[in-house]
């Protein structure tokens, strides 16, 4: 249970209907099963004790009364057992019978939940049999002891802070008014659902829609357990779709008609996060008090199986992917051309280098002007030599700006910043911050110039990840009039131009652009190697951005902690890094997060595009002077 992770389970077992001898049988079986594979949470399908298809024999005081022998029997199996189960059975009580599930730990019976909502139409009549469970919890007695029951109860498990898990049993998350909705405004964080729902064509979509939209709404993990093999009789066929899904996200989910346990590792702490950070979840506070029952579990470190996409920000799904590209480029577009509408300038002025986000940001001008019915001649193209140009970036820039139809403008600063590095008596053999910096500023000064001459705007090019990272010159690079990147990381950039290269206008831009997304990330601000190769790589000296990346990723949206990243880090990227090279960058990753933040405070606009951004006037609001002292020691 090591960072909030905790391993659940949704379980069909083979059923007899109507013999609950043999079924119990199978659910000790399966249920063992599920605590060998290190679940804590197991569920069981509704009414699985009987079977849900027992139609009149539900009137029959012998089947009542074998239900309830079993579920005895299943409560002493679990003895010496740490995992809370959730088994489905009919229970009669004050004269009537109801839906339940029993929640069973450790050879203990701790509660009954009784299913609220009864259906009665179409192939469904339990009207028949059952009477609708109430939101108020009472004792019952149960084999001579008093037992809770009600829909009110919630166990809280102490081996994860805020693990605290309700039920609702099949119907009750069909309707509007789901006890989903009040048990996670009670406080919580899984919601369990015992359930026998019969296939017919199109169901099995819907309910997987239904099941995910109750745990996104609710921002919780929802365990769906559902009646399979054995359980369809007369008209009635079922599936077994058993799913676990997280704050809309599903994990794992079996395949229709397939009886056994599916298993998945959910995160409490990923949960807390979202609800914390959405702060209209729980406004509406739930309606009455709960009765909780403590339930303990021993800690113990979850050997986690989930996958870690090792690039959170781009869909390793084709079609997705590029369905992302196309968006984000709509995104950026849009917002450029909405500047443009405002301000009414004339031309867009751009830097191009020959580098991935010079070229992205003329492709989004480019794509900018043609909605607004602007010519692309009236986009500057601006390359500026200076000691670190190479012929290889140099000719790129070149042939980019020709391919998308922009005016290109070409201004060397060698003697300008030679002029000034001599204005403050610095050797310009001594290739130093001073060195490299005056070449940016004088860069952003050119631009800036060439914008006013124009009734221009300078375009800004710098991505989500410099900016993380600081990786960018003070009032040089750092400064635009519009940067159409700044919500782009670093891997995203690069999809986005091989998703531009693959869609390209014409073969000559297709080429240049295959070349760029070769060409390694460099500010080309040193000179070149002796054979005329770029000296200075990006990568070499602040770390592979795919890490960073991660990194950002899981610290922002998530808001997890430096050793959770690590961990994370170790099983997305297992068989790339090792640990060692992992945990030397991520903390030069927080070192320099927490001291750039000041470049970070004063950024240019420019378009948010996804759930993790860094805008000062938006989504991250940091003070420059914060300490990372906390997030280094938790490293060490």
């Not at 579990?297 to 369905?323: H, L, W």
Request: net charge negative.
């Amino acid at each position: 249970m090591k960072d909030g992770f905790v391993r659940v389970a949704a379980v069909t077992p083979k059923i007899t209907v109507a013999d609950p001898d043999a079924n119990i049988a199978e659910i000790e079986a399966k249920f063992d099963e599920a605590a060998d594979k290190g679940a804590k949470i197991i569920v069981f399908p509704e009414l699985c004790i009987t079977g849900y298809t027992c139609g009149d024999l539900f009137l029959q005081d012998t089947l009542i009364k074998k239900a309830v022998s079993a579920l005895d029997m299943f409560i002493r199996h679990t003895k010496g057992q740490e995992a809370l189960a959730f088994v489905g059975l009919p229970l009669r009580s004050g004269g009537k019978l109801y839906n339940t599930a029993a929640a069973v730990q450790n050879g203990n019976l701790l509660a009954f939940i009784p299913k609220r909502f009864i259906p009665n139409y179409s192939e469904f009549y339990e009207e028949r049999h059952f009477t609708p469970g109430t939101k108020e919890v009472r004792d019952i007695c149960f084999d001579g002891k008093q037992v809770p029951f009600g829909s009110r109860i919630m166990f809280d498990i102490d081996c994860v802070e805020e693990l605290s898990v309700c039920a609702e049993i099949c119907e009750d998350v069909w309707v509007a008014d789901a006890p989903s909705n009040e048990h996670a405004l009670a406080g919580a964080t899984v919601i369990v659902n015992l359930s026998a729902s019969d296939e017919v064509v199109g169901k099995g979509q819907y309910r997987e829609q239904l099941v995910g939209m109750a745990s996104a709404k609710t921002v919780s993990a929802y365990i769906y357990a559902d009646a399979g093999d054995g359980e369809s009789s007369t008209d009635l066929v079922f599936g077994a779709q058993n799913m676990i899904a997280e704050n809309g996200v599903m994990l794992a989910e079996s395949g229709l008609f397939e009886t056994g346990v599916t298993c998945a590792d959910i995160d409490i702490q990923r949960l807390m996060h979202d609800r914390q950070r959405m702060n209209t979840f729980g406004q509406e506070k739930a309606e009455a008090e709960y009765v909780h029952i403590p339930v303990h579990i021993a800690a113990c470190e979850t050997a986690v199986k989930r996958a870690f996409d090792p690039k959170p920000f781009v869909p390793s799904d084709e079609k997705k992917r590029r369905e992302r590209c196309e968006e984000i480029f709509a995104i950026q577009s849009r917002g450029l051309k909405k500047r443009f509408e405002h301000t009414h300038c004339d031309t867009a002025v751009i830097g191009v280098s020959g580098g991935l986000d010079s070229t992205l940001a003329l492709l989004v001008a480019a794509r900018a002007f043609d909605l607004l019915g602007i010519k692309r001649e009236n986009i500057i193209a601006v390359t500026l030599p200076c000691y670190g140009t190479t012929e290889r970036t140099h000719s790129n820039a070149l042939e980019l700006a020709k391919s998308l139809g922009a005016t290109l403008k070409e201004v060397n600063i060698k003697e300008a910043v030679g002029i000034h590095l001599r204005d403050i008596g610095h050797d310009p053999e001594v290739h130093d911050v001073t060195y490299e910096n005056s070449q940016a500023r004088e860069r952003t000064q050119v631009l800036m110039d060439i914008a006013n001459q124009s009734n221009g705007l300078v375009i800004g090019t710098g991505d989500m990840s410099e900016l993380a990272l600081g990786w960018a010159t003070y009032n040089g690079d750092h400064m635009s009039m519009y940067g159409v990147n700044a919500g782009v990381p670093k891997t995203l950039v690069r999809h986005l131009v091989r998703y531009c290269a693959e869609t390209a206008e014409n073969d000559d831009l297709r080429a240049v652009l295959l070349d760029v997304l070769d060409t390694p990330v460099s500010p080309e601000l040193l000179p070149p190697t002796a054979d005329g190769m770029i000296s200075q790589k990006t990568e070499d000296l602040v770390g592979p951005y795919e890490l960073h990346d991660f990194f950002l990723y899981y610290m922002l949206r998530w808001g997890f902690g430096p050793s959770k990243i690590l961990r994370l880090a170790g099983i997305a990227f297992d068989g790339v890094y090792d640990e060692g090279v992992i945990l030397k960058w991520l903390k030069k990753f927080y070192y320099r997060f927490f001291a750039q933040q000041f470049k970070r405070s004063c950024l240019p606009d420019g378009p948010k595009v996804g759930s993790v951004a860094l805008s000062p006037r938006g989504d991250f609001r940091m003070p420059s002077d914060a300490s990372v002292s906390a997030w280094i020691k938790e490293l060490e």
